[in-house]
């Protein structure tokens, strides 16, 4: 089963609209830690955000923001009135911890979102 | 500081053909991984290591070794390339399950 769920293959708006891309996440740890990543064009990829489990504080951080609910094993990101320059891939991965053998360290990646804003 | 090296940026192999990867960090982390993304994919997890002298299986290890005698580097053996082993191929590290891992810039490989 996939640990990190990016449902969305491919999201295209327009600039100035808002976007949400959306990771739903598997754990059984009481203890995990979530993170964004972004992957423009160029290839490389780019630290955005991490949340630990006990935090579900939303963030705010420009025009980006983040929903964690437990509730729904969600952890959310929103791009508000979007740029060009925000095409990319964007990837929600999971660290789970206090988890005995072989999977600790692990960091599972979901398949990544492909947006694309058009001018 | 440098970061996550990889070495090299590109490469192209004759099937058949081995080669090592390089990898190193100057962060002193403990956590080391091997990805590999395909055109259009995402990333999927060839090893990982969690210190020097341990390391793991990932989602798809076949056609990959790996060794972790140093905290620093973290190098990926291909065997006998395949045409399938044609993918971007991206180190990463951190310094433990809360941190953020940091990326190398990449090794894109082609094999003909």
């Known amino acids: 089963a ?8 491919e999201i295209s708006v327009v600039e100035k609209e808002d976007v949400t891309l959306d990771c739903v996440y598997e754990t059984r740890d009481t203890t995990y830690y979530l993170f964004w990543y972004k992957q423009p064009p160029s290839g490389e990829l780019v630290f ?6 006990f935090d579900e504080q939303n963030e705010i951080s420009g025009r980006y923001s ?28 999971l660290s789970e911890a206090k988890v005995k053998g072989s999977t600790l360290g692990r960091l599972y990646f979901g398949r990544g979102t492909q947006l694309t804003v058009w001018p | 500081n440098a970061g996550v090296t ?11 053909q081995s080669m090592t990867l390089q990898c190193t960090q100057d962060m002193n ?6 990805y590999r993304q395909d055109p259009g994919m995402g990333l999927k997890l060839i090893y990982y290591s969690v ?25 990926l053996r291909l ?17 433990r399950d809360g941190s953020e891992a940091f990326f190398g810039q990449g090794t894109r490989l082609t094999v003909v």
């Open chain 1, 2 to 9: 996939q640990k990190v769920t990016q449902a969305q293959t």
């Open chain 1, 48 to 53: 955005l955000i991490r949340r630990n489990s």
């Open chain 1, 66 to 93: 983040w929903n964690f609910q437990k509730s729904t094993s969600s952890f959310n990101f929103t791009i508000t009135a979007s740029q060009v320059v925000d095409s990319a891939v964007y990837f929600c991965a």
């Open chain 2, 6 to 16: 990889q070495t090299p940026k590109f490469r192209i192999l004759k099937i058949g």
């Open chain 2, 29 to 34: 982390h403990n956590y080391m991984y091997w």
């Open chain 2, 51 to 75: 210190g020097a002298g341990i390391t793991d299986k990932g989602e798809v290890p076949n056609g990959y070794n790996v060794s972790r005698s140093t905290t620093e580097d973290f190098p």
């Open chain 2, 79 to 95: 065997e006998l390339a395949a045409p399938s082993q044609t993918s971007v191929y991206f180190c990463a590290s951190r310094y």
